[in-house]
Every structure is written in C-alpha cells, then in structure tokens.
C-alpha cells in the first residue's frame, strides 16, 4: 500500500468526525510520512510502523465517543452517547470482538430463544399429568401400565426441574458476566473522561 | 501485554519525553519505540487527547527541508500532572519490588 491509499482509507474510516478534526489528523499522519521519506523509508516499512488504519481511526473514534459523554446534556443523549462510547471501545481491540462480543451474542441468543421453551415445559408439567391420567383411564388401571405412567410423569418433572435449574444458573452467570464487562469498560471511559 | 497497561506506560512516556522538551511527532515516536514496541499510529490519538486536555499545546515550526514540523510543547498544567504521575510510577514500582522480593 501506498501512502496516497493509507491515507485515503483513514479519510474515510473517519468520516464520522468534524472536517476540521479529521483534516487535522491526516495531516499529522501525513507530516509522519515525510519525516520518513527524509530518512530513506519506504511508504511500506512506514505503514508497517503505523499499524492499521482501523486500528488508528478505532481508537480515535472511542476517544471522541467518550468525549461526547461529557458533552450530552439530556438522560437519553448520554445513554446513547454511552452506549455509544462502549460499544467503540469494545470493538478496539481484535481480542474483545473475537473473544467477548461473539460468545456475547451466541449466549444471548441461546437465553432469549431458550426461556420461551423451559417456560413451555413448565406449563406442560400439569398437562402431562393430565394426560397421563386419561390414559391411565382409558388403558385400565393395569399395574404395568399405571407404573409406566408413573415413571414417565415423574421422567418428566425431573427433565423440567433440571432444565429450569440449569438455565437458571446460566442465565445468572451470564448477568454476571455482562455485568462485569459492563464495569469493566465504564472504568475505561471513566478514566478517559476524567483526563488521565 | 494489557492492552490497558501499555496505554498508561505510553501516555507517561510521551509526557516524560516532552517534560523534557518541546518534540515533534516523529521524533517523539522514534524515541519511544526505540525503547518500547507500540503499534506507532497509537500515539497519534494520545497527543491529540492530551492536547485536548490542555497538558500539551502545539506550534508549527519550519524544517531546513520540506514541509513545517508540529511541534509539542508542555503546558504548565501538563508539567505538574506529569510530576504527580511520575511520584505515582515510583512509588507503584517500588511496593512492586517489594512485593516481589518478599514473596521470594
């Protein structure tokens, strides 16, 4: 990559920013180069030095997301410019989107679409009673038959009760978690809010 | 390393180095990755932020050749958190080393 193409993609990964603001950050990048170029390197090796574009324009965002905490002055602008501001910074690092966000959404998604099914089961407790008592009066109270019943009553109650238990704990575990990671990263723009 | 903690290690090398004197952004780099590894373009946004807090002020000044160099000057402001930061460090590294040696 070229420092013409370097340049051009933080212009655009920044497009979110005031012109002003994002004019002069390229122009520090761009002033980085020129001191390079009088050192003999290579556009290559000083964007190797720089890192990633995504990886500057990221972490300039979450600074200026931050910033817009302070600057909000109802309730819901700075939930939003929080929530912003977390998010931003929860997708700066690659470690966080891979090893946090991911397991974040495939868990939630299991304990939203899970529940409506453990509560279904829940309700279908006395159902299967019900149901094993109708049979139990059409088939005729046979020993066997009755204790086939019994046990797939009783097979039932204990596959719900373990389940709801086991979700329970889950679902707890995973407050839990948000939880901390929630403090985690609110620290983390506290301090940034803060200056220092 | 933490992410975190090489945040705040830079942050104070960068306000160390221009405690000292009045730097441009190249130079301040090269320094500091002289001693350190850091993703470079990291240290953009960090003096942009302490600009932005009033620790550093910036000026531009011609260069013998090509374009002006932005410079970073420390503020007074700057000089007396970089004080305190620094007193913190030590004392930090210190009960770190003691710690260290007494677990021995």
């Known amino acids: 990559m070229r420092k013409q193409d370097f340049l051009k993609e933080l212009e655009a990964k920044l497009n979110c920013l005031l012109a002003e603001e994002r004019k002069e950050i390229l122009r520090d990048i761009e002033e980085y180069f020129d001191e390079g170029h009088r050192r003999n390197q290579s556009d290559e090796e000083i964007i190797k030095k720089l890192g990633s574009a995504k990886a500057i324009s990221e972490t300039i965002i979450a600074e200026a997301k931050v910033k817009r905490i302070s600057h909000a002055t109802t309730f819901s602008q700075k939930i939003f410019a929080l929530l912003s501001a977390f998010f931003a910074i929860l997708l700066l690092t690659p470690f966080n989107l891979i090893f946090v966000l991911i397991p974040l959404l495939i868990i939630t998604s299991i304990i939203v679409s899970g529940w409506p099914v453990v509560l279904a089961m829940i309700v279908s407790l006395p159902v299967a009673v019900i149901l094993g008592m109708i049979f139990a009066i059409n088939v005729g109270f046979h020993l066997f038959t009755l204790l086939a019943i019994l046990f797939f009553v009783i097979a039932w109650i204990s596959a719900v009760i373990t389940i709801t238990i086991g979700f329970t704990c889950l679902t707890l575990a995973y407050f839990k978690g948000v939880a901390k990671l929630f403090l985690w990263n609110i620290n983390f723009i506290k301090n940034r809010a803060r200056g220092g | ?104």
């Open chain 2, 1 to 104: 390393m933490n992410t975190q903690f090489n945040k705040g290690i830079l942050e104070m090398c960068v306000l160390a180095l221009l405690a000292k004197r009045d730097c441009y952004g190249f130079e301040l780099v090269d320094t500091i990755s002289n001693h350190v590894d850091i993703s470079e373009g990291t240290i953009y946004p960090l003096l942009r932020r302490l600009t932005q807090e009033n620790y550093v002020e910036t000026y531009l000044q011609e260069s013998p050749s090509g374009p002006p160099r932005k410079y970073y000057h420390m503020t007074p402001h700057g000089k007396v958190f970089t004080e305190n930061l620094i007193k913190e460090w030590n004392q930090f590294h210190k009960k770190i080393n003691q710690l260290i040696k007494e677990e021995v």
